[in-house]
């Protein structure tokens, strides 16, 4: 069988999910390394995993043959890992958001096209084996003309503290989880243009470590008439919640991605794991399954690597991301207005997305 090779750049949560996702379910891949700021976290990681090569940097990372650079690290250093991968011959697949702002959105896809190298956005949400039959009872008729859609993901914070750095993420939880809902409403209107986006954005549970929301609501209305309304919060409590709905005129649907397929459990004295995100097992509690594989981590690596192999256009592109990253700036940009902000929308492509909040 021929394998693809792959380098991992981060050792945090999300490049753990990563490997394991690959380890497990995508015997076309072989991670040949993998590289963090830190040397020993690489090493750490390497030897938790069983990857033969770990070093330090992004420059160094470039330095080992592969077909594919994953992307796994702080919004900020997105650009940065993402070009130099392009520009050094590899095919590049980079977790969310694609970046912090629109002209490192821009650079990164120039340099897909000057290298001729593939540049897949990991929207996790367009492989969710459960999502995704929701997807197809939508396009079968099931529920007849779609014309309104819901997604919501909210927990109790993120992993690691940068994120509550807006210099580092460009944003707060609709930086982080807003993202999630604009690339899925794109992914089931098809594409559909924007019409118009409005939000409301607070910081109701971190307001002594972050100047970012932790709270958000945003309703986007897309030309074709549906419209997509997005639910995200780092101030709910219980673990993590992720779940669509989507309204027809002949029917709807209903999922979610943890609860729906977790075991309800109850303890007394608590136990190991429950799901991302929870802050205690005692009680009532939904004990997850399959995590990773619900949420479809290894649906997307798998269909990346066939795609290089098989020298395929990834179904969810770099443009797919940056599509995201406009919506996320007109959410702010309407939340710091207090209005509706029309498309075509023409923020500074250099400022941050939680600039139009911050500033108004």
């Known amino acids: 069988m021929k394998k693809a090779k792959l380098v991992l750049i981060g050792t945090g949560f999300i490049a753990g999910i990563h490997t394991e996702s690959l380890k497990r379910f995508v015997p076309q891949a072989e991670i040949v390394a993998v590289f963090s700021n830190s040397e020993a976290n690489a090493e750490a990681f390497a030897k938790k995993h069983g990857i033969p090569r770990w070093g330090a940097g992004i420059d160094a990372a470039m330095e080992v043959e592969c077909d594919i650079v994953d992307i796994c690290i702080p919004n ?7 070009v130099a991968a392009l520009d050094a011959g590899r095919h590049v697949i980079i977790e969310k958001p694609l970046c912090v702002t629109l002209s490192e959105a821009d650079a990164m896809l120039e340099a897909a096209k000057r290298n001729g190298k593939k540049l897949m956005y990991a929207e996790e949400l367009c492989f969710a084996p459960k999502y995704e ?8 008729g099931a529920v007849g003309e779609v014309y309104m859609l819901k997604q919501s993901e909210k927990h109790s914070g993120p992993h690691s503290a940068w994120f509550y750095d807006i210099n580092l993420a460009g944003g707060g939880v609709l930086m982080d989880m807003g993202c999630h809902a604009a690339a899925w409403f794109r992914w089931m209107t098809g594409g559909a243009k924007v019409k118009s986006v409005q939000a409301h954005l607070s910081t109701v549970l971190h307001k002594n470590i972050t100047g970012a929301e932790d709270n958000a609501v945003m309703i986007i209305e897309f030309e074709n008439g549906v419209i997509g309304v997005a639910e995200d919060s780092w101030a709910r409590h219980g673990g993590m919640d ?3 709905e989507v309204y027809g005129t002949q029917g709807l649907c209903y999922a979610d991605l943890f609860m729906g397929n977790a075991v309800q459990t109850y303890s007394k004295n608590g136990y190991g794991y429950a799901m991302e995100k929870s802050d205690t097992t005692k009680g009532w509690t939904f004990t997850i399954f399959e995590e990773m594989f619900n949420q479809g981590y290894p649906h997307e690596l798998q269909h990346f690597v066939d795609c290089v192999l098989k020298d395929r256009q990834p179904l969810v592109t770099g443009e797919d991301g940056k599509a995201a990253l406009e919506i996320l700036y007109a959410a702010y940009a309407a939340a710091g ?5 029309e498309f075509p929308f023409s923020p500074d492509k250099s400022s941050k997305p939680v600039d139009g909040w911050i500033k108004g």
């Open 76 to 82: 900020y250093l997105h650009k940065k890992a993402a």
């Open 133 to 140: 039959r929701v997807r197809a009872l939508v396009k079968e």
């Open 337 to 341: 207005q207090g209005k509706k902000i």
């Open 242 to 244: 992720d779940r669509i």
